[in-house]
């Protein structure tokens, strides 16, 4: 730095620890004086009790609320105005302010009116000249700096200013805030933040997105989804590219990198690679990826289809999804271009249409549109509900209607509520009446007192004094009782004072009780035809015939299972074993537990543990696992304490149940995972792809690998 930029730094810090140092000294001062009040007035005395100011004053200190002293100097009020007073009682400025208030140093904040309706805020000095002119809507003092406020519309504009109103940035932000006390945060109206220095120099771009609060002496910045750290200086420290940052102390901090996402080829070359936190595969092929609370779609390489740019991203149907940001829904295509935009606080997809509610004119209104974006309805309504099949029932005006798929009001909003609908009666309430009208709001049944309930199209009841009465829509009774009934889609159900229940058919008629018929004297079971052979059960036992009904294999045994591959399971006094089809034991029945026989092995269990057994019944692999499934390979997976290993299918175990989770993906690769990492190993137990990864998934089709790291946090230590 040169000698002159020194100078010019060191001069406004030399006089910020002077201003700092008086405005101590006086503020201590201030504590030996006390206000005092005589018939409604207020005054002010020193230490010793002597009278300083004479009360005559409607309030001594700032607009505010507090009192202090500059110097020797204050505010007063006289007439709801306020002005300057010294303790010599000598009035520096007459009482012509709205409001006065003191930021510390030599300056005092003060409004004005400029006109009957509205206040102008401006700086005056301790001998009460203008030094800010009255052009602003707010000022705040930060040290030798004054924050500036602009009204334009609805929105302020910020700018920066020394103490005499030299611009140093123009009222033309949408806030600004101090960094310490040499660096400024400056926010557009794009929301990002740049920082500039108390000489208005910038020293870095507009890409913040935010500042959190000093740790330390140092501030996590954000920056999109990454954070770095700046100093009480608003010297950047560390830069943004990390996921996540957080402060130890002054000189340490722990940062994470974002986790990896990445697609490999059959080489384990990656392909492609995003970062993200989250990345969830939807039916179409394309995900949803989420950083830093922010959600967008990539396609299935790993493409950018939709930015970061939504809180939250529905399901994708018809090319659609519903997207939500900064609380407010939309819908949009696939291709990124928007069917309704994202400002409905409520966005329901049903079919082709989309019901939105909104604000409108300070109230909540609800709009029927399709998806290609074109509003149906031509008035907006309080309430729209989903649609039965028939209409869209609606609210205004505190009472109920229907609009129809085009929008159409076809049952005029004049009703109490829709109580219930079976096309094409609508059963309403009318000034607290029951009725029934049809879907194009004629009355099929006038409004009444009775209750009424829709049982189908066809058939009503009514609910008059003690009794219930079935009737059709032209009057006529079907039935009538005064015990309660149940309405079930092909009867009534009535129940009798005795606790029975009768059931009672719409025609009025009692539902008719089923045949009882007689058991047989000797009951057959009988079981699906495989390989020729059918199973049998008669007096207990099981046994099996041809397709012809003749006898092949006698009854004799307590349970038995289909033939497959010429062998049949068949349990003997609680135990199982596998017959041939000549009715000879092949597999002695030593077991609790069999499946059937496939390539010549089958898995048996005893006291529930399983090994495989060939078809003469010699044990392949011992019966010491927990559990044993043949895969579609013709592998076997077997598990033990929780862990998964593999076996070939005569048996072999080519390797050890270690893993928590273990996939066969071709002929000489498996995916295990172990202690939550996932990899790649050979059918010998030999590592193909080290196991080291959060995630792995093998898309077969594609023959592509998608991988997951995660990172883990490591320390900085700062110079």
């Not at 159409?408 to 609508?426: F, G, M, N, T």
């Amino acid at each position: 730095m040169a000698v002159n930029d020194w100078k010019a730094y060191l001069c406004p810090v030399r006089n910020l620890i002077f201003l700092w140092a008086w405005i101590i000294s006086i503020s201590a001062a201030a504590g030996d004086y006390q206000l005092f009040e005589e018939h409604g007035k207020v005054g002010l005395k020193d230490a010793s009790g002597a009278v300083v100011l004479p009360a005559s004053f409607d309030a001594l200190g700032w607009s505010d609320g507090h009192f202090s002293l500059i110097g020797q100097i204050t505010g007063y009020r006289q007439h709801n105005r306020w002005g300057l007073i010294n303790l010599k009682k000598e009035l520096i400025t007459p009482a012509i302010y709205e409001s006065m208030t003191s930021p510390g140093g030599d300056r005092v904040i003060v409004s004005k009116a400029v006109n009957p309706y509205i206040n102008k805020f401006g700086c005056i000095d301790l001998q009460g000249k203008v030094t800010v002119p009255f052009v602003y809507d707010g000022i705040r003092f930060y040290g030798l700096r004054a924050v500036v406020m602009v009204k334009e519309g609805t929105q302020y504009n910020y700018g920066l200013t020394d103490l005499n109103d030299k611009t140093i940035l123009p009222t033309r932000y949408a806030n600004i805030e101090p960094i310490g006390s040499l660096r400024y945060a400056v926010r557009n109206f794009e929301n990002k933040i740049a920082l500039c220095s108390e000489t208005g120099a910038w020293v870095t771009g507009f890409t913040i997105d935010r500042i959190d609060a000093f740790q330390s002496d140092l501030a996590v910045i954000h920056e999109d989804w990454k954070q770095g750290a700046i100093n009480r200086n608003g010297e950047l420290v560390i830069p943004a590219i990390y996921r996540e940052l957080s402060i130890v102390d002054a000189k340490t901090v722990r940062v994470r990198k974002a986790d990896q996402w990445a697609l490999r080829n059959a080489a384990f070359e990656v392909v492609k690679h995003v970062e993200a936190d989250q990345l969830e595969f939807a039916a179409n092929g394309w995900a949803r990826i989420t950083l830093d609370g922010r959600v967008g779609m990539v396609d299935d390489s790993l493409n950018w289809r939709w930015p970061l740019s939504f809180d939250e991203i529905g399901t994708i149907q018809n090319n659609m999804a519903v997207v939500r940001h900064q609380g407010k829904y939309g819908l949009q295509r696939l291709n990124h271009t928007s069917v309704l935009p994202t400002r409905y606080d409520s966005l329901v997809v049903e079919g082709r249409f989309v019901r939105v509610k909104e604000k409108f004119e300070g109230k909540q209104v609800w709009n029927l549109y399709d998806t290609v974006g074109t509003r149906r309805n031509p008035k907006s309504y309080d309430m729209i509900g989903p649609f039965n099949g028939s209409f869209f029932p609606v609210k205004h005006n505190r009472h109920w209607g229907a609009i129809d798929y085009r929008g159409r009001e076809i049952i005029a909003c004049v009703y109490d509520s829709l109580l219930q609908h079976y096309s094409p009666w609508v059963l309403v309430k009318f000034r607290n009446q029951y009725g029934i009208i049809t879907e194009d709001d004629q009355w099929g049944i006038h409004p009444q007192s009775h209750t009424l309930q829709l049982v189908n199209a066809s058939y009503l009841l009514e609910c008059k004094d003690t009794q219930q009465i079935l009737k059709t829509f032209d009057g006529s009774i079907i039935y009538f009782t005064e015990n309660p009934v149940t309405i079930f889609p092909d009867f009534l159900r009535e129940k009798l004072p005795n606790g029975k229940e009768k059931d009672v058919t719409f025609s009025g008629l009692p539902v008719p009780a089923p045949p009882t018929l007689p058991p047989p004297k000797t009951q057959t079971a009988s079981f699906r035809e495989s390989e020729g052979f059918i199973g049998v059960k008669r007096d207990g036992k099981f046994g099996f015939v041809d397709r012809r009904g003749r006898l092949r294999i006698a009854n004799r045994y307590d349970s038995i299972g289909e033939f497959h591959h010429g062998m049949a399971p068949v349990q003997l006094l609680g135990k199982w074993g596998f017959i041939n089809t000549a009715d000879q034991i092949v597999v002695q029945p030593n077991f609790e537990q069999v499946d059937d026989f496939m390539d010549g092995t089958t898995r048996v269990a005893v006291r529930g543990k399983w090994g495989i057994v060939n078809s003469t019944g010699q044990v392949l692999l011992p019966l010491r696992y927990d559990s044993l499934h043949r895969l579609p390979t013709g592998h076997w997976l077997v598990a033990e304490n929780n862990r998964f290993g593999l076996a070939d299918h005569r048996g072999n175990i080519l390797i050890e149940p270690r893993f928590e989770q273990l996939q066969v993906m071709s002929d000489h690769a498996v995916r295990v995972e172990q202690h939550g990492k996932f990899g790649v190993i050979s059918h010998d137990g030999l590592s193909i792809v080290p196991i080291q990864y959060d995630a792995f998934e093998f898309q077969r089709g594609r023959q592509l690998y998608l991988t997951l790291e995660k990172t883990s946090w490591n320390i900085l230590e700062l110079k």
